[in-house]
């Protein structure tokens, strides 16, 4: 096994291949507190790219309620499982957040599932991934608990708080939207399994494709992507997985003029909750310093978007906007040290996040800078016993060739409609 470097453990790990960086890497980042869980990304991507014989299973970008639901079911339980067994004393964040692009949630102590394969090694034929085949049974329900709250359907809500619970965190009745895809991983664990080397990853974007000519659906690679988004297609005996639209990437879709442009599932994103966009890497993968990209500020600068479990190992490019109301504890398995100081920025934004938050949804095209204007105060609160302005300022995007691509203001403008309108009956 080689050894590189995966920034979001805050050290070097175990790989099958040596350390290789794209030129510029595929990231999103959505934020869980508006999704609404309408699906409207998941069927975006079902129409466009699994509406054929045998992909009826296949939903490459999902949404499903936490903590009960999953596709395949219980997913992430099972994988939890598997590392905790490869990790009996335990795994743990040692260290404090810090400023450095290298290691900003400090050091994850503890096999991850490339350093732990072991454990799910059958007979003589070596895993070079700790990872588990769901059943069948697994992929059949892909709404399973969806909007089911902690404690059941059909039991009363329970709006006391426990003693770890403050603010908006206060209720014990609570479920969130998680909306899912494959992140493009920095070391995709599905690549890594598989014997044939049909699975690669794109130099010029950091996408990871899978060659339907060289897959001999050996499912190898369904075994072993933690996040269980390379899935089996029965009809061609092959493995499929989210290809990132990367038409659209490449800026070869007819709307694109040229640029890049963002995924089907972030583009018709209803709630606004889902920003695409590609981010520069040095050689070993860590994120070169871009201030005004928006994801670079959002992970790096704010940090207010972190990775979807960070301890799997894989590097994932995902990044999520914690949901605010749910318990920190919860949280922190899922998406690492940095939810605490996440969701505090985020409940009181400074006016730089307010802006940039803005910047979601208002374009297809992927921005690649951004610019402020600064307005005037127009609102003063207290948020958790600290003063709170709001600033009417204009955020300016801009595209690949450094073209503007839009611009928008913090405060939406309120348009009344006259009392006869077009469409009035
Ligand atoms: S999420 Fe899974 S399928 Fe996607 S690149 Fe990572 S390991 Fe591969
Ligand atoms: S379209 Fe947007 S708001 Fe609707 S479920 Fe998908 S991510 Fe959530």
Not at 5 to 20: E, F, K, T, V
Not at 231 to 244: D, N
Not at 313 to 328: F, K, L, M, S
């Amino acid at each position: 096994m080689a050894s590189v470097y995966n920034w979001q453990l805050g050290r070097p790990m175990s790989y099958p291949y040596a350390q290789a960086a794209p030129k510029e890497q595929f990231a999103f980042v959505i934020n869980i507190n508006r999704c609404i869980g309408c699906q409207t990304c998941t069927m975006a991507c079902k129409s466009t790219w699994t509406f054929s014989k045998g992909q009826e299973h296949m939903w490459w970008t999902n949404v499903e309620t936490k903590p009960y639901g999953g596709y395949p079911q219980h997913w992430d339980v099972k994988i939890l499982d598997l590392l905790g067994q490869a990790n009996p004393a335990g795994m743990e964040w040692q260290g404090q957040l810090a400023d450095d692009r290298r290691k900003p949630y400090g050091e994850l102590k503890g096999k991850n599932i490339f350093e732990s394969p072991e454990i799910v090694a059958r007979g003589k034929q070596p895993n070079l991934v700790l990872g588990y085949l769901p059943t069948e049974e697994d992929w059949t329900a892909p709404n399973i608990h969806e909007d089911t709250p902690v404690g059941g359907l059909n039991k009363p809500m329970d709006f006391g708080g426990g003693e770890s619970m403050s603010g908006d965190q206060k209720h014990k009745t609570w479920f969130y939207y998680l909306a899912r895809l494959c992140n493009h991983c920095s070391y995709p664990a599905c690549l890594a399994a598989c014997p044939r080397n049909a699975i690669y990853k794109r130099p010029e974007d950091g996408i990871v494709l899978i060659d339907q000519q060289e897959c001999r659906g050996y499912r190898k690679c369904v075994e072993a992507c933690p996040y269980k988004k390379s899935l089996y297609r029965g009809t061609t005996r092959t493995s499929e997985k989210c290809i990132a639209c990367y038409p659209r990437i490449e800026g070869k879709d007819p709307e694109s003029d040229g640029v890049p442009m963002e995924t089907r599932c972030m583009s018709a994103c209803i709630g606004q909750v889902r920003m695409q966009g590609l981010v520069k890497v040095d050689e070993s993968n860590v994120w070169v310093e871009d201030r005004y990209n928006p994801l670079y500020y959002l992970v790096h600068v704010a940090k207010v978007a972190l990775p979807l479990y960070p301890q799997f190992g894989t590097e994932p490019n995902g990044y999520y906007i914690p949901p605010r109301w749910v318990p920190t504890t919860y949280l922190e398995q899922m998406f690492g040290p940095g939810v605490k100081a996440a969701v505090d920025r985020y409940r009181a934004p400074d006016r730089e996040l307010l802006a940039v938050l803005q910047l979601f949804r208002r374009s297809n095209r992927v921005i690649f800078r951004y610019e402020l204007k600064q307005g005037s105060k127009v609102w003063e609160t207290t948020v958790n016993g600290k003063k709170f302005e709001m600033f009417n300022d204009t955020v300016i995007a801009f595209d690949k060739k450094n073209r503007e691509i839009f611009r928008t203001q913090v405060e939406e403008p309120v348009h009344v409609r006259p009392d006869k309108h077009a469409n009035s009956i």
